[in-house]
């Protein structure tokens, strides 16, 4: 007997609502009894790390201990088809069913869904490679959100898979039951977005901000060295003073194989005529997956240069002690197609952070001091797949959404009426529509400040203080055609960029086969 899978217009990758359709082949040399004929689309989320348990104490106290290897596997995904027994097939009064020789084919069709489906699997044991493991049932520690991508790391610490796997069921215990298996990647569609601004409302932004003071250049000069041409002197001038901005919108979104909508913006703080240069630009994403095993914890670093360029000299336009990068140094690059977005799981999470580092000089007149002041800017984002959901479905969600009731700010216990009325009557000096305050001109700023983060709001956001983002609900799938929009091109890498591990609890990558564990993961 042999049983195969065939995929009706197989696709490179696929994403939530889409259909996946097929056959299963079935060759059988002579006649066969069975009982039934299933297809199971499922996935799994498994996490395999080593970890250091003590095993014995000895005689001088020390304890002494031993690796054990800990792995956690979910179910993201199951479901479940049944092909035979069908309402025209009869079974034998022994509730199997007779099957002559020959090649016999049965249909298939099943739709991806939006979430995953770990919170209601119940606790039970499946073989690994070999191994019973486990499956958590507790079901405080399982996490319902939108299905994750398709993920491989180096050593097989993680992984993400999915695949449909058909099963040929036969009566007696001491005859297999035959199987095949067909995995496909995974890339799921974005979540619903907040509204786009009209012309007329001002988007609110997401910053971090760093400030940075130049020292004065020292105006001894050797014993042989030229004066500059022309009276210019950089040792004759107010060293300036600068804070560096770094804003996306808010929420701060970036797109899979889409350039980033990043904004540098620099403030000149003092009233110096210096002009400023910039040196160098450096924009990387750093990633950050955080895999569990049971009581492992380790968070795995991986970053991807974006743009870093070196030795540049340019000098800013300065507009009312107000300068900007040129965006064109980023606005030409796509993030790389192996960049998957975020996503959480119940073992395994990824975030992502943008660092961007900004190298200024000043001078005048082409003659450049040669300090370098470095800033480094940090800034929390989220990345989406670039996938957009039908607007059926946005049409759906609009249609049966229910925003939940304000509620009154509750007064402080120790405000008394006439404080508040106080309060109320002295708004505070900073609005919400207007950006945080700059560090003051009037006091010398220090030589590199500790970095802010926040945002400015206009006076509509794009969702209220007390209303959470909206989310798929799998009620509203079931009409919803499948994506139809354009699909970029990605890849299931098994890791980008350059890596670092930062073990917790006591936990660590797996050793490769054939060699000792290594201190780098992607």
């Known amino acids: 007997m042999a049983v195969r899978i065939v995929l009706n217009d197989q696709r490179s990758w696929y994403t939530n609502l889409d259909l996946i359709s097929g056959k299963i082949i079935l060759s059988l040399p002579r006649r066969e009894t069975i009982t039934a004929i299933t297809v199971k689309l499922e996935g799994e989320s498994i996490t395999r790390l080593v970890g250091d348990v003590p095993i014995a104490i000895s005689a001088m106290g020390r304890r002494t201990h031993d690796e054990m290897v800990e792995t956690e596997f979910h179910k993201v995904l199951y479901k479940v088809l049944t092909l035979l027994p069908t309402k025209d097939a009869l079974p034998t009064t022994t509730g199997v069913y007779i099957i002559e020789a020959g090649v016999h084919e049965f249909s298939f069709q099943v739709k991806l869904p939006f979430n995953n489906s770990c919170v209601d699997a119940e606790s039970t044991y499946v073989t690994l490679a070999g191994r019973q493991v ?4 507790n079901r405080e520690r399982h996490v319902r959100k939108t299905l994750p991508p398709s993920l491989q790391m180096v050593h097989d610490q993680a992984i993400i898979r999915y695949y449909i796997k058909a099963t040929v069921q036969r009566p007696a215990f001491y005859k297999e039951n035959f199987r095949s298996e067909v995995s496909f990647p995974f890339f799921p569609i974005e979540p619903p977005r907040p509204p786009v601004p009209t012309p007329q409302q001002q988007r609110s932004e997401t910053y971090s901000r760093n400030a940075h003071a130049f020292a004065p250049v020292a105006k001894s000069r050797g014993l042989f060295e030229r004066k500059p041409v022309g009276g210019a002197d950089v040792s004759s001038l107010l060293p300036p003073n600068v804070c560096i901005d770094g804003r996306l919108p808010d929420p701060p979104i970036i797109t899979c194989n ?7 913006l620099i403030t000149k703080l003092n009233e110096s005529s210096a002009a400023i240069y910039l040196h160098l630009l450096q924009i990387e994403l750093v990633a950050k997956t955080r895999l569990r095993a049971h009581h492992l914890l380790i968070d795995n670093l991986t970053s991807t240069v974006i ?9 800013l336009l300065e507009s009312n002690n107000l300068m900007q990068i040129d965006q064109g140094h980023w606005s030409i690059i796509n993030l790389p197609n192996n960049v998957a977005p975020s996503f959480e799981t119940c073992n395994i999470s990824r975030s992502y952070e943008l660092r961007i580092k ?3 000089q000043h001078g005048v ?8 002041g470095v800033v480094t800017l940090f800034m929390s984002v989220q990345v989406f797949s670039g996938i957009a959901p039908p607007q059926a479905l ?23 009426s006439a404080a508040a009325a106080a309060a109320t009557s002295n708004p505070s000096p900073h609005p919400l529509n207007a950006a945080p305050p700059f560090p003051s001109q009037s006091q010398p700023a220090p030589q590199q400040q500790q970095f802010q983060t926040g945002q400015t709001h206009p006076e509509e956001g794009p969702f209220p203080d007390d209303d959470a983002p909206p989310s798929y609900e799998e009620a509203l799938a079931e009409g919803i055609a499948p994506v139809d929009g354009p699909r970029g091109v990605y890849s299931q890498g098994q890791g980008q960029g350059q890596g670092q591990q930062e073990a917790g609890n006591g936990g660590h990558a797996p050793p490769p086969p054939g060699g000792e564990g290594g201190g780098k993961a992607g």
């Open 134 to 137: 486990q499956t958590l049932g």
């Open 307 to 315: 743009v870093s360029k070196s030795n540049m000299r340019t000098r």
């Open 358 to 360: 900004v190298g200024l």
């Open 258 to 264: 889409q350039p980033l909508p990043l904004k540098v």
């Open 365 to 372: 007149d082409d003659h450049v001091s040669p300090e370098l």
């Open 394 to 416: 946005l049409q759906a969600m609009a249609s049966h959404a229910h925003p939940p009731p304000r509620i009154p700010p509750r007064p402080h216990p120790h405000v008394t």
